[in-house]
């Protein structure tokens, strides 16, 4: 067996400290192939005329050896060798810089860039006995438990390579009783004519130690500890659609992307306005397609409800214009929305709308819900493009329970003038009070405002929930469902994965998010049902 014959005691941080002089930006030198005399490798002559500089380039570079001939007088030539510019590596990262809590079954990935090399290549030992060759992440076994990591990072053409450790030994994986409960789902992939879709509100790291921390030690909220355990969790489901919310967007593209990625998934990022957080939505490249960029849409939920073009879509207008206290909250407001048309490569002619949120938290705002909800019907309308055949998935937190306005509006079309969620129209947000004038925001005429009745088209479908939890989040200061997979009714819910019924708070030893994950499978049927 091959062993780590390098000195893994290179930390990250001296890597780092050893790039700092180097130039990152590619010399302007380019060569000409036109304009070049004949060049041979080996026996073989190259016609550069036919080849772009870049082509030029990676041919050569390929090669042991290849040498410039210049025609001289009497039939001879004078060879010169020539030398492509040598790969040189940039930078080495991990998550965490390579100080994370490492388990067993829970990939590991490595991220590297180069300059003039076509690739890197990364070789892994533990205990340095080489154990995966070429490969940008590798699993731990059981047998690799108390185990150091190190890797090799090599360029391809060799040229140079450096050596990492990974600070902490290999660890057992903790006990994860929802994961655990989950056993079908973590066993059994889904079958050829399922679709088997999963929602996760992640707990972003910048807010995970705002949770009441004199519930949780410090260790349970570690993003080092948290996140490789998320990633098992999302893994284990063996899901065709991921829908995740509170994605660190310096995590995504350390961790989430590289992993999903080298597990058969494609995806992307849309992070909130004016934050450091967002939506990630992955898909099976085996099951599904994305047809290109323009079938990838991430939108601010404000840029709908206040834009100018509403397409019938104006129930909420004549509120904004009464009290524009709310169509300023509403334009202060980060949430997005994230959708991705997809097509079925065993048939394309089949389409489906995912579509990913995360709505506003305040508990007194389930009109602000509400009204938010309204806009991202009339997004999903505009991609449906009238064709009703096309279902749709609605995936997230919508911090609202299931009679809340946001979840009426979904299942049922309709919110009416009477309804509970115009009861803080008038009390949230709080009028401001003007420094010039000494008076409070608003007058006594805001006491006859009619709330408006939120009407969704009949051309748009009713969305049902996947299930009826007795909750999805749980925390010392509320426990309730906020999370929920609903989708349109051409799309029949075939099985829920196990959820638990008595609340813990959140997170903890055997659940990292203050969330609970949601899964379910789906059978899609032929025509749209009412």
């Known amino acids: 067996m091959a062993e780590f014959n390098q000195s893994p005691q290179i930390s990250s941080q001296q890597g780092r400290r050893n790039k700092k002089n180097r130039k990152s930006k590619i010399p302007r030198h380019f060569i000409t192939p036109s304009k070049l005399p004949s060049i041979r490798v080996g026996h073989e002559f190259i016609n550069t005329k036919e080849m772009s500089g870049l082509e030029l380039w990676e041919k050569l570079s390929s090669r042991q050896e290849a040498f410039i001939s210049f025609p001289l007088a009497l039939g001879k030539t004078l060879d010169l060798q020539l030398n492509a510019l040598p790969p040189t590596i940039l930078s080495v990262n991990t998550f ?69 450790e990974f600070k902490n030994p290999i660890e057992a994986l903790p006990s994860l009783p929802i994961v655990e409960s989950r056993k079908y789902w973590t066993t059994s992939p889904p079958a050829a004519n399922r679709v088997r879709v999963m929602t996760y509100n992640l707990l972003a790291d910048q807010y995970a130690k705002q949770i009441a921390p004199d519930h949780y030690a410090s260790d349970i909220v570690e993003r080092s500890r948290r996140m490789p355990l998320l990633i098992h969790e ?10 995740l919310q ?4 310096s995590i995504y593209e350390a961790l989430y992307l590289p992993i999903l990625k080298a597990k058969g998934y494609e ?4 992070v909130k306005v004016g934050s450091k957080e967002g939506l990630a939505t992955f898909w099976s490249a085996k099951k599904f397609e994305c047809l290109g960029e323009k079938n990838k849409v991430k939108v601010p939920i404000n840029d709908i409800l206040l834009g100018e073009e509403c397409n019938g ?17 509403l334009g202060e407001l980060g949430q997005i929305l994230q959708c991705v048309q997809l097509v079925s490569r065993s048939n394309p002619s089949k389409k489906l ?6 709505l506003y938290y305040h508990p007194e705002g389930d009109h602000i819900r509400a009204l938010q909800t309204y806009g991202l019907c009339q997004k999903l309308e505009e991609l449906q493009s009238g064709d009703l055949s096309i279902p749709i998935f609605l995936c997230g937190d919508l911090n609202s329970d299931p009679e809340s306005g946001a979840s009426q509006l979904l299942r049922h079309g309709r919110i009416d003038v009477t309804a509970d969620v115009w009861e803080n ?50 925390i010392p200061q509320f ?6 997979i609903l989708s349109s009714s051409s799309l029949s819910c075939a099985a829920t994965a196990p959820m638990p019924t008595v609340a813990k708070y959140m997170p903890n030893d055997g659940m990292p998010s203050d969330h609970i994950s949601l899964v379910a499978e789906y059978e899609m049927r032929t025509e749209e049902v009412d």
């Open 267 to 270: 995806g992307f990022f849309a």
């Open 234 to 243: 999302i893994l284990s489901y063996q899901a065709d659609i991921i829908c």
């Open 479 to 484: 426990t309730g469902v906020l999370d929920y």
């Open 353 to 358: 709308i995912v579509a990913n949120t995360h």
């Open 246 to 249: 509170e994605v660190d967007a």
């Open 313 to 329: 879509w104006n129930a909420h207008l004549d509120l904004l214009t009464q009290l524009p206290r709310i169509r300023r909250r």
């Open 96 to 164: 965490h810089d390579f100080q994370s809590h490492l388990f067993c079954g829970v990939p590991l990935v490595v991220n590297a860039k180069i300059l003039h090399g076509s690739r890197i290549q990364v070789s892994w030992f533990v205990n340095s006995k080489l154990v995966e060759s070429d490969s940008d992440t590798y699993t731990p076994s059981p047998n690799d438990i108390g185990g150091k990591v190190q890797v090799v990072v090599s360029t391809v053409p060799s040229y140079e390579s450096e050596a990492y």
């Open 425 to 474: 129209l008038l009390s949230h947000p709080k009028p401001r009070i003007s420094k010039r004038k000494s008076s409070i925001e608003g007058n006594d005429s805001e006491l006859n405002i009619v709330p408006p009745t939120l009407i969704v088209p009949l051309t748009f479908p009713r969305l049902r929930p996947s299930g009826h939890p007795t909750f999805t989040h749980s």
